[in-house]
């Protein structure tokens, strides 16, 4: 049962994996550097002993190397205890030193097995009985500073888990087997136990929550403080999480946009032609006063948001900045109770954008959440929220969770402009009405993939490629980028196609492949000529030209060495169709060149650190 959690959850980390159990009053643990695989090799020849307890872990390295020494879990000196943990200690450096000079030698590189020792002396401190595993966790956490979560079991108590949470994400499941034995989940991530249930327990910051066989869930604070958990259910179940015949999870992923858009725009529309969002603890008041938005993001999230630039400030007339989340609060931006601070994040628990959320807190400043994880912790601190319902989404690099972030971007944008009166309700209808075309429009992109996955195939060999956009084509190109660099470690760049001429066209070689993302030449104020003429400066520089291009362009023709052709979409709204042919690509290019697609070295899903 551990295992099958692990697997679900390996697209989290997979440097290293590893199990405790607890059985017949001894614990037994095995670990593995390297993907589950490994772990299941070593399991496969020294089995674990039969039990009804057991943690594992999955690993993304921070504090020391990916080796078998650092893979949880860790056990404690007399092999009583075992620790997993994610995010970072960070005094652990100063409670290592005071462990040294009480003499207990550690075994690894890592931070986590700090706790496992702290624990093991403040086990034998607390009072015997019942909750001594849970009241030994609350005084190591009183000491711990940092974003943690810990799970933790103990030899002496084989029927409890014990775990902690701080700014890292956990959740509980709670179900029962055939018979209607009773039986509990940890995780940090639901995807972890959906196979058993859909129920869930959500934790809040600073909580420890004890699990034992007959007294079940008990929830307190770092004090000892009762806290009553929020229970909700799952909306998706195990098979949304499987493969369903395809290759890899990605390209599972990729085949779900239409519907992941189609979801995320499910119910938006009320009767009269107002926009409804999630959870929106904001009134329409303190809406009209905002006159200043920041979008806080990381990584693929940061590029929806570099598009939702482009629409908000269109539809509201508001100014907009886009942050990488990990530098905002610490260049000290200006920040009051007439800023709104719109934070988006796949999982709910980016840690650098769960960060910036809190200092735009702080500061007095509004917060909008978009996120694909309900109950997770950036919406729960958040002042509104919006949901984009695209499932669950294993796969490393983010494809369908994008999309539905720019589309719950566009949502958000409208929101403001209908509420503020920059636009009147048969404009917001009109615009949604042009958004629910385009799961449609996406579904026609995936239908004329071959070409674009024969072009991948080609291009293997590649050792650069560069994009080039315009407009809300530049944000494409920059996720382009990103994708092929994530999946197929190709050197890639994104750039501005007007900044080609001011130093990035000196890279231009004969044969280098060059991606342009070509605007409509039938909306207002385009700069599709400018592009044009961008494609034939690399073009006379000896590059190979991929153009992606909406149906019925004809001024391209002659300077694509190879066309890719998308349905004709509002310029706005257009970053939806062009990014799907750029997804396929670098999948194509990363299968060509033997790698693994669904979990590229060095990454994980959701980076919990910060």
Sequence with gaps: MVLQGLRRLEYRGYDSAGIAVVAEGELSSAKKAGKLANLEKVLADRPLPAATVGIGHTRWATHGGPTDRNAHPHVSTGGDVAVVHNGIIENFASLRAECEAAGIEFSSDTDTEVAAHLLTAAYADAPEGEGRLAEAMRAICRRLEGAFTLVATHAAEPDTLVAARRSSPLVVGVGETADGTAEYFLGSDVAAFIGHTRNALELGQDQIVQIDRTAGVTVTDFAGAAVEPTAYTVDWDAAAAEKGGYDWFMLKEIAEQPKAIADTLLGRLGDHGNLILDEVRLSDQEL?????????????????????????????????????????????PVLDRSTLVIVISQSGETMDTLMALRHAKEQKARVLAICNANGSTIPRESDAVLYTHAGPEIAVASTKAFLSQIVACYLVGLFLAQVRGMKYEDEVAAIVEDLRKLPDAVAQVLTGMDEVRALGRSLADADTVLFLGRHVGFPVALEGALKLKELAYIHAEGFAAGELKHGP????????????????????????????????????????????????????????????RVPRTPTLLAPVVTTVPLQVLACEIATTRGLDVDQPRNLAKSVTVE
Excluded: M
């Excluded at 044969?511 to 961008?534: D, L």
């Design 288 to 332: 009209r006063d905002i006159d200043k938005i920041f979008v806080v993001s990381c990584g693929t999230s940061f590029h929806a948001g570099l598009i939702a630039k482009y629409a908000i400030e269109h539809w509201t007339r508001i100014p907009v900045e886009v942050e990488v989340a990990s530098e905002f609060r610490y260049r000290d």
């Design 505 to 564: 066209i000196a890279v231009i070689d004969q044969g280098t492949p060059v991606v342009v993302i070509v605007p409509s030449p039938h909306s207002r104020e385009s700069v599709h000529g400018k592009v044009v003429s961008n494609i034939q400066e690399v073009r006379a520089r000896g590059a190979r030209t991929i153009v992606i291009a909406e149906e019925g362009d004809e001024d391209v023709v002659p300077y694509a060495d190879h066309l890719i």
